[in-house]
């Protein structure tokens, strides 16, 4: 007999995955089942430029004023046709918190990837209730001298500890990658904060836990009934940049 994952195709999954269907699980079935994904939005995008430059500056010598220049050309043409006060925003920090990540890093000189202009994959298969699952994710900033594995996140306001979310990212690539530590750099365009997870074993629990829902849920059904019996939040801020898909899923 099938699986839930087996019924529906689906052979590995990600932090990033098994994160949303846990916070809204409406919006996983758009994109996960029915295939509709939504715009990344410009904060996203913002923290994917901030980290090519920082890695350009640290990994392959560009200086970091040209970095920061070719970081905010990119958002200037994927924001191109919009300029509210929020685009604003996230466009005068690509500089400040490219700034501020550098002078975090510096410490630990230059990261070793595995394979040059990629982040390296990281793997750890989850065993759960009559089923098993790849969790793959790719790390940012790999310092093997230092025994260290950086993850590097961007954000307008620094905070005090880590989210559910992150914690789960932060143990599923601590217990995958052996005997290196693994550490959130958290960057503003005003300050740094480093974070870890304290307790890798209750969180890949709780990450266990997750996925046996999730394969109990697809076990129900084809994707039209999952649709139908799911909780659906038309609200929901995980919607944002994918309303189309919405509509399209859900009709709403």
């Known amino acids: 007999m099938q699986n839930g994952f087996e019924r529906h195709g689906i052979q590995h999954t990600s932090p990033s995955s098994l994160n949303t269907f846990a916070a809204a699980p409406d919006v996983w079935v758009c994109e996960k089942l029915f295939g509709k994904r939504g715009r990344m939005g410009a904060p996203a995008f913002r923290g994917i430029l901030v980290e090519k430059a920082v890695v350009n500056v640290i990994a392959y010598g560009v200086a970091a004023d040209d970095a920061i220049a070719e970081s905010v050309k990119n958002f200037n043409k994927e924001t191109l046709f919009s300029n509210s006060d929020k685009i604003i925003k996230e466009r005068e920090a690509i500089a400040p918190c490219v700034e501020m990540a550098l002078q975090e890093l510096k410490q630990y000189g230059t990261p070793e990837f595995q394979s040059i202009n990629k982040q390296d994959k990281i793997e750890l298969v989850c065993n759960g209730e009559g089923w098993k699952l790849p969790v793959i994710g790719y790390t940012d900033l790999p310092f093997p ?28 690539y601590r217990k995958a990658s052996g005997n290196m530590a693994v550490k959130f750099l958290y960057v503003t365009p005003k300050k740094a904060v480093w974070h870890e997870c304290k307790d890798v074993d209750s969180t890949l629990a709780e990450v266990k836990q997750i996925l046996n829902r999730q394969e109990r849920f697809l076990r129900l059904g084809d994707k039209e ?28």
């Open 145 to 172: 001298k230092h025994g260290l594995i950086v993850d590097l996140k961007t954000t307008l306001k620094a905070p005090s500890e880590m989210s559910d979310p992150h914690r789960r990212q932060a143990a599923i």
């Open 225 to 252: 009934l999952l649709r139908d019996v799911v909780h659906f939040d038309p609200s929901s801020f995980y919607w944002s940049g994918n309303e189309q898909g919405r509509m399209e899923v859900f009709g709403v």
